[in-house]
């Protein structure tokens, strides 16, 4: 598995942006797809985004395509999630992870970070 950490959340109003950070740590050897799902309270935990070991091949959920750029950076083991144009249901905790799999499905995905809180205010 892959030792993923979070960062870069927190308040926005709407319209404006921010931008996330995973830094993956241990099994980066391994060529792995990472994604971005995040969960609202009350609410199941939802696809964001996705990007493929080499960067050629990048999904997004429809709510965000377009607003949201998903990168990554192999040699600084950083994935990165651009969020422009925010919502206020944005709002939720975002969460990176890591797997074998190009995949909506957070079953696919084995590696998993903490979490980190993203809030925008109308």
């Known amino acids: 598995q892959v030792h993923l950490v979070e960062s870069g959340g927190g308040l926005a109003q709407a319209g404006g942006s921010l931008r996330l950070y995973c830094a993956a740590s241990?099994?980066?050897?391994?060529?792995?797809?990472m994604a971005w799902f995040r969960q609202a309270p009350g609410k199941e935990r939802e696809f964001v985004s996705a990007?493929?070991?080499?960067?050629?091949?990048?999904f997004y959920a429809h709510s965000v395509k377009g607003r949201f750029t998903i990168s990554r950076d192999n040699v600084q083991n950083t994935m990165y999630l651009q969020m422009n144009s925010l919502k206020p249901e944005d709002t939720a905790v975002y969460y990176c992870?890591?797997?074998?799999?190009?995949?909506?499905?957070?079953?696919?995905?084995?590696?998993w970070g903490q979490g980190t809180q993203v809030t925008v205010s109308s």
């Open positions: 990007i493929n070991w080499s960067a050629t091949l990048t």
């Open positions: 241990g099994r980066t050897d391994r060529r792995y797809t």
């Open positions: 992870a890591a797997g074998e799999l190009d995949s909506d499905s957070p079953e696919t995905y084995d590696s």
